[in-house]
């Protein structure tokens, strides 16, 4: 148990709806990252927050959005949903990753079914 | 930009055997961060090792080792005498290490390698 907590652990909705992807880091960790896992694109970084802020992108789509909150967890918002949306997606906490890179360590991820 | 390269989509062994997990990589950064990750069926991800760029010393943690070689940018991963509770998927990923540079705290990772240990 890696100590990040994801909620929920599966999500099936339809084409257009909106889903969010909540996540809960480790105790004391500030770095928040959230990744997306499909067959086909393999895991690929979305977007990483520190402390409440944005720190780095990756290929977020402009339809996905996320948010730190003063008590650190973080949510990642996903609309206007399509078939190829369905994927495993991951949150990773890391302490700080301000001066020394951390190891990030990944929660157990929500599984998005879109039908 | 950066990319991790594992060659090996699926390795079958047999229990008892070594297996080594090849992981080649490209950056254009002087300083990085390698990682190894296991996801085995359950799907979580379980970090297995961290090499800075700086360190090329091989580790071996009990029946895991890996080799750093920066010459030929490998980062392979051996297991010895292999179980069948090492079925998983392993990754082999890559990270800036430099604050403010553009691929610092992003992980990339290899499309992975599905290690399957037979009884």
């Known amino acids: 148990d890696s100590g990040v907590t994801q909620t929920p652990k599966h999500l099936i909705t339809a084409t257009g709806q909106r889903v969010t992807l909540r996540c809960s880091p480790r105790s004391g960790d500030l770095s928040v990252y959230w990744y997306q896992q499909s067959l086909d694109q393999g895991l690929q970084f979305l977007i990483q927050y520190y402390n409440g802020e944005e720190r780095a992108k990756g290929n977020i789509l402009e339809r996905f959005s996320a948010q730190q909150f003063p008590d650190l967890h973080s949510e990642l918002n996903l609309s206007s949903l399509e078939l190829g949306d369905s994927a495993l997606y991951f949150c990773?906490?890391?302490?700080?990753?301000?001066?020394?890179?951390?190891?990030?360590?990944f929660g157990p991820g929500t599984r998005l079914l879109v039908l | 930009a950066q990319k991790v390269t594992q060659a090996q989509t699926e390795i079958s062994v047999v229990e008892k055997e070594d297996v080594t997990l090849d992981c080649v990589y490209e950056?254009?950064?002087?300083?990085?961060?390698l990682f190894w990750y296991k996801q085995p069926p359950s799907g979580e991800l379980v970090f297995l090792i961290r090499r800075n760029s700086f360190d090329e010393q091989n580790e071996i943690s009990g029946r895991y080792s890996w080799n750093f070689q920066k010459s030929t940018s490998s980062f392979n991963f051996t297991i010895t005498a292999s179980q069948v509770v090492d079925s998983a998927v392993y990754f082999c990923a890559l990270s800036g290490s430099i604050l403010g540079g553009t691929s610092y705290g992003k992980l990339t990772f290899g499309q992975g390698t599905i290690l399957t240990v037979h009884p």
């Open positions: 950056t254009r950064d002087t300083t990085y961060y």
């Open positions: 990773a906490s890391s302490p700080g990753g301000v001066e020394v890179l951390e190891t990030q360590y």
